[in-house]
């Protein structure tokens, strides 16, 4: 007889679920995005100018509409932006690792 112990959860209907989803859905999207690292590293620099675009730009929007929703949007793409950059140059040194 079967107990707790012995039960493989990643067998359990729910774990192929998420497999299986991510293996149809997720993995296929990730794909779209970026096929390899260069890609990853590209794109990856236009979201940030991106970000960065649209907090500056909500700088002087602010000052018209809502300035205290605006000013706290801003900063928060800011920090997110700061993030990103930070696991960009985090993946650039791994990746360039090997070269130094």
């Not at 296929?28 to 100018?49: K, S």
């Not at 929703?69 to 793409?77: D, I, K, M, R, T």
């Not at 997110?80 to 360039?96: K, N, P, Q, S």
Request: proline letters at 6%; a negative charge.
């Amino acid at each position: 007889m079967p107990n707790i112990h012995s039960y493989r959860w990643e067998y359990s209907p729910l774990a192929r679920m998420g497999n299986k989803l991510w293996q149809d859905i997720i993995d296929p999207l990730l794909r779209l995005i970026a096929n390899d690292e260069l890609d990853f590293f590209l794109r990856m620099r236009c979201v940030i100018q991106i970000i960065l675009v649209v907090a500056i730009a909500l700088l002087p929007v602010s000052i018209i509409f809502h300035p205290g929703h605006l000013l706290v949007a801003s900063g928060l793409l800011f920090d997110i932006a700061g993030v990103l950059r930070v696991f960009l140059l985090e993946e650039l040194t791994d990746a360039l690792k090997p070269f130094c």
